[in-house]
């Protein structure tokens, strides 16, 4: 660490670090034939390879096992709750995708549902149906980020490449119907940007068709491999009360054993019509949470094909939608299952254009909280691991 | 080619010291060495790349040459280009020294591997310890260049790295007393002449501890801790930038290189192939690249140990099988 | 609160101090309590098999803060969450911490204090979260104001009569 780190470091410590300051200064005056042993602190972050954007820890580690974590947040913040009370319901749309910015799909589609909810919007049937398989698409595809993301943090780094080739074929996808390969703005308040093109539902199937047939690949490369199993059986175990205490949403949650998902707990949008499982696993390890994702994945294309096979000719804006919504003041909450948990928006109205409080509610803040409490005593490599199991975005932790 | 007495009546003739004369030999081989290993460098860097390139769904290099193959040329100019970064707070001369050192330990390896029939810098008696002591030297390169750098990932990078490195030093060692004793040699060119069967053969279980002990040895990745980009950042070689890296990327190489031809020496019939003498370096060439290939498949295929992990496979699987390796053979040859 | 609640539609559950548990349009089942009740409420709810802690969102108002906390229940056979309002004075913002009984309304309640600025009674570690530590003022208060902020690029009038086509 260079010295200018070095003088940076006590900024954001509590006194224990003042402490251990003492302690050096005591070291020093000792003896020179006495041999003492001292934890040595390292500061991750804020950028470092595998912190899944700009988050900064400082720990305390015992050779190599970690016995401290001082998590420090909020390089990313940018206080979209503010800018929301600052711009009209609309225009606070494109951020939404500037939260999540791997499944920013569901993003909108929370936001753009609180704000139906409050002014009393009914989304065309058709709307409801491409935002599910654009959404399901998009949890897909984030649930596979995820696992190969692990894969890279163990040190394999093919399958993450692996993965680039599917997400470029579904983000052509979502170009077509959304214009943007990055942050979609695809859904708007009152139904959704724009139609599928001719042929793009066949995109989709054949698009689904090659994902299935690659998923098997996948699993052989990563949940196949020995070593990669060594390095994820029984390692960051969670019990399920541990999870509720800790506040975990999601897959995580879901991994240790509480069968909490809101799309079956509070089914939101056409998601009743959808037949489709929860998969739930009660080992809470590193193991478990990422194979849960797997298998979410695969219940996510189940519900794109459903929904493609039931989707509806007709509008896909609503009637009078004004361009300037105000809705009639009152509090509205409307949440969705996102691919990282439980994803809110609390929204205050005082009957005018813009919003009088927005809040976000996102699954990777609790998440986080919770990773940073459960690390102590591991391996340090067992931690970077376990950081990617709970795969917070930080766009979202930071807002 | 010249014989010694020729030699050694010019320099009579045209008095010039003997002394000289060696000095003036020796620097010549060690330049040839070095040309070799740097074209070896260079085509082991775009092998790797195109290989991983290959493996992940990519082109690798296309631009700079056919095929990119160039690429190398303009990595040297940048390294050499870029900018000398010195941490404030490293140690001067270890900081200095350290990529120094790995690159002369990797170098010195190579001068008693054979690259074909008499085509080989120094034929030591005993060079199977020289070339198994002699790279072993690098571990205090890692530790310097951790050491020096005063970075806490370098320095934890490098603790491990010499852990590792040292644990696999023995079963490594181990598993080629086998040979040793089926070959009744240690001079590395009689071991390839006693090769009428591949020794690959007969001593599969040596071949595969001493394979993966190679594998961590190079630290390379299914052992690559030192490095650990997703944990360590850059282990040891964290604050070296600019032409320092670039030396401690050669000597990567190089070692690699070298370790694929101490293997296709030792077990896959070194020079030995169909056709004239004359082919014997293509045949090694071709055996050294397939390991190297190998080693490369592994790389961008494999997950990393856990230190700990690592540790228990290096001393509590690898050193057994390595020691019933010796029991077996010796058991074999005695009956 | 016993466990056996039941919470349907239209029937109105009483806390004990008086509370009623009322279903509010756009928001659900919602619990409105006195600053001074919130740790006996939340302990209540807790009890009541509400395990999961979501969300704190504090709302500005020109002479209080409201805080609305967001718990749900993974236990219940009927799986659904509640709100928790409760008022406090702008002039003395200060409440009750609830880490001890929702150990996960940790962060929450840190950035409640980093953005409005309301002093949690108990909390361990009460820092700011995402800011700096030398940070002035509190951003998500409507009076806070920075030379940096942009305020909405338009002067948004509502006009009902431009409808979207």
Known sequence: MSKLEEQKLPDKLPDSLLEREFEIEELKSRPEDTIVSQELTINIGPHHPSTHGVFRAIMDMDGEIITRIEPVIGHLHRCFEKIAENRSYAQFMPFTDRMDYTSAMLNGWAYAMAVEKLAGIQVPERAEYLRVIAGELNRAISHLMTYTFSGLEAGAVTPFFWWFEERDKLLDLFEEIAGARMTFNYARIGGVSGDAPDGWFDRVRDFIKTLRSNLDEYYKLLFGNYIFKKRMKGIGVISAEEAIRLGITGPCLRASGVNYDVRKADPYSIYPRFDFEVPISYKGDNYDRMYMRFLELQQSLRIVEQALDQIPDGPIMAEGVPRLVCPPPGEVYAHVESSRGALGYYIVSDGSPKPYRVKIQAPSFGNLQAFTSMVVNNYFADVIMIFGTFDPCFGEVDR | MLSSAELLNFANSHGIPLWAMDAFIAALIALGLFAAMGLGFMVQVYMERKVSAGLQLRYGPIYVGPKGSLQLVADALKFITKEDVFPSSAEPWIFRLAPVVMFAAAFLGLLVLPFGPGLVAKDLNVGLIYVLAIPSIGVAGVIMAGFGSKNRYAILGSLRAAAQMISYEVPRSLSLIGIIMIAGTMRLSSIVDGQGIWYIFLQPLGFLVFFVATMAELNRTPFDLAESESEYVNGYHTEYSGMRFGFFFFAEYMSLFAAALLTAVLFLGGWHGPGPVILAPVWLLIKVFGVIYVLMWVRWTFPRFRIDQVMDLGWKVLLPMALVNILVTGIIMSV | ?165
């Open chain 3, 1 to 165: 609160m016993s466990d056996d609640i039941n919470l349907d539609e239209g029937q109105n559950e009483e806390m004990p101090g008086g509370v009623k548990i009322i279903r509010e349009e756009g928001l659900g089942y919602t619990l409105t309590v006195k600053r001074e009740d919130l740790l006996k409420a939340a302990a209540g709810l807790k009890e009541a098999g509400f395990d999961l802690f979501k969300f704190i969102s504090g709302v500005d108002y020109p002479d209080r803060i409201k805080l609305v906390y967001r718990v749900f229940s993974t236990k219940r056979q009927n799986r659904f969450g509640i709100f928790m309002k409760t008022e406090v004075p702008k002039s003395d913002p200060i409440i009750d911490s609830l880490v001890h009984i929702w150990p996960a309304a940790n962060w929450h309640e840190r950035e409640t204090y980093d953005l409005y600025g309301m002093e949690f009674k108990g909390h361990p570690n009460l820092r700011r979260i995402f800011m700096p530590d030398d940070w002035v003022g509190h951003p998500l208060r409507k009076d806070y104001s920075d030379d940096r902020m942009i305020v909405g690029p338009f002067n948004l009038v509502a006009d009902s009569s431009k409808k979207e086509s």
